[in-house]
């Protein structure tokens, strides 16, 4: 990525690799951080660093999005608010949440089988704790959750489970050209296992989508398209993406 990270909207920065990032987009009520890359090092090297180069301020962070338990969109979340952002919310689908703490309470009991070096490190790519947690709806597998992000802004989060069991999407206001849009951001494509299940989330959150008027796509695996498209295309075979 080139220094300062790949700017595509007016507000919105991508930062990372061509195959794992995160999402920034700059609000009026502060700064939007959409999944947490793989490590520590990974999130002080590929987006840290590169903050001010973009003239962002990492301690502007009001919300941190993990959308999903993958390593590589969780792992970078603790330095975040160990160091930079103490009193952002970190918001997580509740199933997966309930995996990190699953994650977190083995990896302790099972602390002797690693040097010290080992459990710390393994340790910190688990995020420490989630604020706020999407459930599903009442009798079904998929919900939503309007959160506000300050007095001028909200974000909408999903849970459309498919890649894991608690897989989230978020559509957040920006900014393209001086003008209004909204985006949507989907962490991670697919799993082959639970392909009935992500056709019904895919289909939730196109119509969600459509319902607030999302215009914009990203994948924080950047080289994936979203789904939805591919879908539609498709039709009536409604062929879906390529498991990753």
């Not at 688990?126 to 909200?154: N, Q, S």
């Not at 398209?225 to 409604?238: D, E, F, G, L, M």
Request: net charge negative; proline share 6%; aromatic share 8%.
């Amino acid at each position: 990525m080139p220094t300062g990270g790949v700017r595509f909207l007016d507000n919105a920065w991508y930062f990372g690799t061509d195959h794992t990032g995160l999402v920034i987009v700059r609000t009026p009520d502060g700064l939007i951080m959409l999944d947490a890359l793989t490590t520590p090092d990974d999130m002080r090297t590929q987006f840290l660093d590169q903050a001010t180069a973009a003239g962002l301020d990492p301690g502007d962070i009001r919300y941190v999005f993990l959308g999903h338990h993958h390593v590589d969109h969780v792992g970078g979340a603790n330095l975040i608010r160990d160091e930079y952002a103490p009193t952002a919310k970190f918001v997580m689908e509740q199933p997966d949440a309930a995996v990190i703490a699953a994650q977190r309470a083995d990896l302790w009991e099972r602390r002797h089988e690693y040097t010290e070096e080992e459990f710390r490190a393994r340790l910190a790519r688990l995020p420490g704790r989630i604020d706020i947690g999407i459930e599903a709806y009442p009798g079904h597998t998929v919900g939503m959750k309007r959160i506000r992000i300050g007095r001028r802004t909200t974000a909408v989060a999903m849970l459309a489970p498919g890649h894991t069991d608690g897989q989230m999407h978020v559509i957040v206001p920006v900014v393209h050209q001086g003008e209004t849009h909204k985006l949507l951001v989907w962490s991670g494509n697919d799993n082959i296992e639970m392909a009935a299940q992500y056709a019904v989330s895919a289909d939730f959150v196109q119509g969600l989508a459509g319902q607030e008027g999302a215009d914009s796509f990203i994948n924080t695996h950047a080289y994936q398209v979203p789904p939805t498209a591919i879908s539609a295309r498709s039709r009536p075979t409604r062929q879906r993406p390529t498991p990753c």
